[in-house]
């Protein structure tokens, strides 16, 4: 081969590394978006794998029917992948903002499909330029592929630790884009003497360049309008961290924080979920001295604990810190929860509250558990079985621990299988319940090493809805919201424990919550 038949060669090889880049963050891309939106991430990342896979089958298979004018093929293929690629996540915050219900998950699906196809067609064709400039077909074959799947690795990587936290999936869809674009410009420049009508071609795909700009430099904030139609109250702090979407909004005096979609408080009425969660499991602890926080990364059951004298040290674990920072910066949240992250008392670890009780030697009086809802397989273990065995094997003799354990209303099964997980590791439990008017009617599972007697209880520090006289109350139940369920053969149904092994409580969430 002369010189430029090696150039282009290693062009062709770099492409497809490059591409493959590409594709695969394209396909985790739109397993983020499925998850944010559409929720339960495990089922949308399979779903989306399976169909980008799938895709790329067909493509591979469609592939046999190009057997001329290869280059100007792949290089339309990358324009493909670039313009609806570039503009997916985009699209999708419109679609799920103005389209009828159901919309968005047809969008997705589909478009991951077509993306795979369009990816799976590029690969085979390379193959085959190499082989016809003068490459062996087994040397092609081994080199090409040995750069798409490095070339996946690349990309995981760089969703994972760049685009997605620094960029959002609005804009990083855009830029990955832009990358597809370059690949095709670059190929059509360096065999632009193979191809017909070069400057139309190159022309067309300026244009795509042009629209991929655009959407990089004003895509996000157009996206921001469509995100904003998904809240009922303006936001005024967005962010993208390396965990999750944190938005903030503001309207009349009522602040609220969302993550990944899902309300964490409104500051309207939050004072009557922190105080349950907070001051019956004070009452029924027999010391206060040392206080575990899983959660809470909002600094507001940390202000409810600060209420109490004898408490000598806060731990809060909260696994994102752009949560706690948040918390500790923001005017309207300092307003909430009183600076209380920043005392001294207060000792703020960014761990995972399952590995941090694995690990730690500590015990501790309290524990107050206040996790996001079970709706994915990260938060389900926090539901398990052996997490709160392990919350029983850190509690001091006399100690309590209180669990919030989504709506016993909105998803009943979910509530008492929460309570039956509990009770599974020996501790005594007692259920209890409040209205919160932005969340609806939510649940509590409070556990002690000892029997629980809700009417000895006392709350002896200064509340805005709690007495002492209520306590008992919030352990009633109604019809619609025990654990008399009958299926519908008329049988009771039957709980079982949520453990890592069965995860049970993820089937019952989402059938649960499905039409709310």
Known sequence: MNDLEVRKSKTIYWASGIVSICGIIFEVLFGALGSYILGDGVKQYTLTISLFLTGMGIGASLSEKVMKNLILTFVWIEFGVAIIGGFSSFTMFGITAFAPDGSDAFFLYFITLLVGALTGIELPILIRKA????????????????????????????????????????????????????????????????????????????????????????????????????????????????????????????????????????????????????????????????????GGGDGIAAKEVLQYDDVESITLVDLDPAVVELANSNRRLLELNEGSLQ????????????????????????????????????????????????????????????????????????????????????????????????????GFVMASREEINIDNLSIDVETEFLSDDMLPGLTQFGKDEDKQIVNESGEKFAFEPNTLIDPNLIRLYENAWKNY
Not at 393 to 405: E, K, R, V
């Open 131 to 294: 082989n016809e400039i003068g490459v062996s077909l087994n040397k092609s074959t081994a080199r090409v592929l040995f750069s798409d799947y490095a070339g996946g690795l690349v990309g995981g990587l760089l969703f994972v630790f760049l685009l997605r936290p620094q960029f959002g999936m609005v804009k990083s869809a855009f830029i990955v884009g832009c990358i597809n674009l370059a690949v095709a410009l670059t190929i059509l420049w360096l065999f632009r003497k193979e191809i017909k009508n070069f400057a139309a071609h190159a022309t067309f795909g300026i244009i795509i360049g042009i629209l991929l700009i655009i959407g990089v430099l004003f895509g996000e904030a157009m996206a921001f309008t469509f995100e904003q139609k998904l809240y009922q109250d303006p936001i005024i702090y967005m962010e993208q961290s390396a965990y999750q979407k944190i938005i903030l909004t503001q309207d009349q005096g009522d602040t609220r924080l969302y993550l990944d979609g899902s309300l964490q408080f409104s500051s309207t009425d939050e004072y009557r979920y922190h105080e349950v969660l907070v001051h019956p499991t004070m009452a029924q602890a027999e010391s206060h001295e040392n206080v575990l926080i899983l």
């Open 343 to 442: 005392n001294d008392k207060v000792q703020v670890l960014h761990k995972d509250a399952f590995q941090y009780l694995e690990s730690t030697k500590e015990w501790y009086d309290v524990i107050l558990v206040d996790l996001p809802d079970p709706n994915n397989e990260s938060l389900n273990k926090l539901y398990t079985k052996e997490f709160y065995s392990l919350i029983r094997n850190h509690l001091n003799p006399g100690g309590a621990t209180m669990i919030q354990s989504t709506s016993p209303v909105f998803a009943t099964k979910v509530y008492w299988t929460i309570s039956e997980t509990v009770a599974s590791t020996g501790l005594y439990t007692e259920n209890l319940h409040v209205d919160v008017p932005s969340f609806g009617n939510w």
